[in-house]
């Protein structure tokens, strides 16, 4: 082998080792903190501490009410289902216990301590054998010619443990002690992000949740997806975040968004010497929701003048009847290429075969111009669509003014 490719192998494996002893102590260290947290979380359990909604998209809060719904109609026996199920002695008034009982306890607190002692039981089991059956490779190495019996490897072994019995310290100590022999990257990045999340979790019971909405929409891009970060990687923030995949693109001209806007989102400190502080995000919001009220309004005014401008009327009967103007054949091409005969009814056409240019046509005619214009002025001003109910398809029909 060439000593160039050997000493890049050799720089590739000691950068591996270094990353796995890196992530060998930040797994010990989070162990750490997790345990301190659980001390603080159990003795939450008996106060009246609880968790703020923290932060749910618009997708999961519908969910999360839905399910709500249904749990609540469930405890109340609305469940067709269960309607008829047994067991229905036990709701008599003389049986304690049944039917819907206060939880003895602070839930939160509680259901995190035994998500996070569950969690390390998992790990610890998981890793135990791989890490057992090192141990005997090494043994067997230096003690080939023994027969030795390899059970039980108590610093190893979780087989004789019990998740229920166990104190969590003694499970966290046996974890670490097994990662730090331990050395596929991948799985103790895996375990890394768990106990990470675990922590957050702990925190967001202790300290109130990490991220909560803000109630308004992100200015740019219009979506309800601001979320207020009041802790981000352990540390406290105050930072309000347009988050999620979807483009959000700003007016700043050098702004990042406009490169890649799917992947540079916007934010907003709490600070008053950062370029984008909460005011200015106030006072975006502010304009963006005046932008909209503008546009309602002239939206509204634009609708009135179109229910204005029509050729239809109510007749006595409450039936919707059509107006009509009489056009002279000689005109008939001029104002309504596109008219078709009438030929019965009240407001049938009058049609001379020998004399096209007599004739009279019925054309529908806007009711409110035939007020507004001079009569005697030239038919078109009467006709429907007349000009101004045109002009207002313009605005709000075309595919390219609203956008
Ligand atoms: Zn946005
Ligand atoms: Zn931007
Ligand atoms: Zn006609
Ligand atoms: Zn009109």
Redesign the pocket.
């Not at 992100?218 to 979506?223: K, M, N, S, T, V």
């Given at each position: 082998m060439t000593g160039a490719g050997n000493t890049k192998h050799q720089v590739a494996v000691e950068k591996t080792a270094d990353l796995v002893a890196q992530l060998q102590a930040e797994i010990s260290s989070t162990l750490t903190v997790v345990v301190d947290l659980v001390g603080r979380l159990e003795d939450l359990a008996d106060t009246r501490q609880s968790v703020g909604l923290g932060f749910m998209t618009e997708q999961t809060k519908d969910l999360a009410n839905k399910q709500t719904r249904a749990d609540r109609a469930a405890a109340r026996n609305l469940h067709p289902a269960r309607a008829h199920v047994g067991l229905k002695f036990l709701n008599g008034a003389a049986v304690l216990g049944s039917g819907q009982v206060e939880a003895p306890v602070t839930m939160n607190p509680v259901s995190v301590v035994a998500e996070i002692h569950f969690a390390v039981f998992q790990h610890l089991r998981r890793l135990s054998r791989p890490a057992l059956l090192r141990l005997l490779e090494h043994e067997q190495i230096g003690l080939e010619d023994h027969a030795i019996c390899p059970w039980p490897r108590n610093p190893i072994s979780t087989t004789a443990l019990d998740v229920n019995e166990t104190n969590l310290k003694v499970l966290a100590d046996r974890l670490s002690n097994v990662v730090s022999s331990y050395r596929n990257r991948p799985n103790l990045q895996a375990i890394l992000r768990d106990l990470e999340q675990l922590e957050e979790r702990a925190r967001d019971v202790i300290d109130g949740p990490s991220r909560t909405n803000h109630p308004d929409a992100?200015?740019?891009?219009?979506?309800r997806?601001?979320v207020i970060l009041h802790r981000e990687f352990g540390r406290d923030v105050q930072v309000v975040r347009?988050e999620?995949t979807?483009a959000?693109v700003c007016d700043h001209e050098f702004c990042d968004c406009h490169r890649n806007p799917t992947r540079n989102?916007?934010e907003w400190v709490n600070s008053g010497r950062a370029a984008h502080t909460w005011h200015a995000l106030h006072n975006l919001q502010t304009a963006r929701k005046e932008t909209i009220r503008m546009e309602t309004l002239a939206l509204d005014a634009i609708t009135r003048i179109r229910a204005m401008h029509q050729p239809f009327w109510i007749d006595g009967d409450g039936d919707s009847r059509t107006y009509y103007v009489l056009i002279g054949g000689d005109e008939i091409d001029q104002y309504a290429p596109d008219h078709v005969c009438i030929d019965i009814g009240t407001d049938a056409c009058q049609v001379y075969d020998d004399e096209p240019a007599s004739s009279l046509h019925s054309v529908p005619g806007c009711i409110e111009c035939q007020v507004t214009h001079d009569n005697s002025g030239q038919p078109g001003n009467r006709l429907w669509p007349c000009a101004t109910y045109r002009a207002t398809q313009l605005e709000t029909d075309s595919p390219d003014t609203r956008k």
């Open positions: 992100c200015p740019w891009c219009g979506r997806t601001l347009c999620g979807h959000c989102r916007h």
